[in-house]
């Protein structure tokens, strides 16, 4: 079936970030690449493609002046034209995977792990940057081997290794992309077609891998900056939030709703999930203070008065930051509930007040 231009331009107007009319065209690589880099290395690829459709469409459908050139190489055995952005992308999208790769294995085995570990680390991140590059170097009308492009790679690969493998990748991906450049060919022309659920598993195996290595990266080395400056692995501060009490009280939030939803009825459930955020702040003005959701502003008050003079800085000489930091915490929770306390009880008199008036006419 002959591809339309018209509908190639809409799918690339709509999804064209994550190669959804490469994949109409057929040019599965292509659309994989869109995805995996956010629309060709941060839409670049995207936007060059606005003037490169016809010449794609062309492809599909067997037509126009670049199908021809290719045509009449690929028939007198010649090798493809070097092409400067098919170059630049092989070399792009082969340091991606190296360092992705780089960065999804532990640190501690990447820098400080044996002899035989580093070697199977540096093994990996030449590999990933080998097929970031074959990925490119296959894309349309294009191939090269796969084992052509790892020898090109291997030699910046040991030497990199032994000098400065922070920056492998880079010469990795150089060497490889020089070795796509003097072994690559043309496609046979009459090459059989894959089916739509080969090509769907296909797509969905590869992004599964990409997502499996950001995993692997930010399980094992991604790091967050508490307000100590103090650096923690992401790991370890992903199971002190399941045991903090921010979590302990989303879940039973949730526990909460469910239950209220099996008793009042599930179209209630919306109203009872805005109130258990506490949108005004009472819920956690009402734990500061240490009172019940009942209490009159008298107790409030009275509250507020003990726990201000309790944690007063000029009492805390030691710790005198950290009082002052619960000290107007406090003062923000009494502000907070004597403020809700004041709009209820206006709305309380207004609603008297329009009852006085109805009785009244009646």
């Known amino acids: 079936m002959a591809k339309s231009i ?29 995805w995996a880099t956010c629309g060709g290395i941060f839409g670049l690829g995207w936007f060059r493609d606005l003037w490169r459709i016809p010449d794609y469409v062309g ?40 360092f992705l790769a780089m960065c999804a294995i532990p640190e501690e085995v990447y820098q400080e792990g044996s002899a035989a570990q580093k070697a199977v680390c540096y093994g990996i991140v030449t590999m990933a940057t080998t ?7 296959n894309i349309g009308e294009e191939t090269t081997e796969l084992g052509d492009i790892l020898t090109y790679a291997s030699v910046p690969a040991i030497f990199m290794f ?29 090459q059989p077609k894959s089916g739509l659920c080969r090509r769907l598993t296909t797509l969905t195996l590869a992004g599964m891998l990409i997502f499996a290595v950001w995993g692997s990266f930010l399980y094992h080395n991604a790091s967050v900056t508490t307000k100590d400056g103090e650096t923690i692995k992401l790991r370890d501060s992903i199971d002190n939030f399941f045991t903090s009490p921010a979590w302990l009280q989303f879940k039973k939030n949730l526990w909460e709703l469910y239950d209220y939803g099996q008793t009042h009825g599930w179209d209630k459930v919306w109203q009872q999930f805005v109130e258990s955020l506490d949108p005004t702040g009472e819920a956690n003005a009402l734990q500061v203070l240490g009172v019940d959701k009942n209490a009159s502003q008298e107790e409030i008050t009275k509250r507020y008065r003990k726990l201000a003079r309790e944690w007063h800085p000029d009492r805390h000489k030691e710790n005198k930051e950290e009082a002052q930091e619960k000290f107007m915490e406090i003062q923000k929770a009494y502000e907070t509930l004597s403020t809700i306390k004041k709009k209820r009880e206006r709305k309380s008199s207004q609603k008297r007040s329009n009852a006085d008036d109805f009785d009244h006419r009646f």
């Open 131 to 137: 097929v970031g590059v074959y990925v490119v170097s």
């Open 162 to 190: 032994t000098k400065a493998p922070e920056n492998a990748p880079t010469w990795i991906a150089v060497g490889a992309a020089i070795g796509c450049m003097y072994r690559n060919k043309y496609k046979p022309r009459s």
């Open 59 to 98: 492809y599909a459908n067997g037509y126009g002046d670049k199908f021809q050139v290719v045509e009449n190489r690929r028939r007198n055995n010649l090798k493809p034209i070097f092409n400067v952005v098919r170059f630049g992308g092989e070399m792009a999208l082969g340091m991606y995977f190296g």
């Open 6 to 34: 018209v509908l190639t331009y809409i799918l690339w107007l709509i999804g064209g970030f994550f190669g959804l009319h490469h994949f109409y065209l057929r040019r599965d690589r292509q659309a994989f690449v869109w």
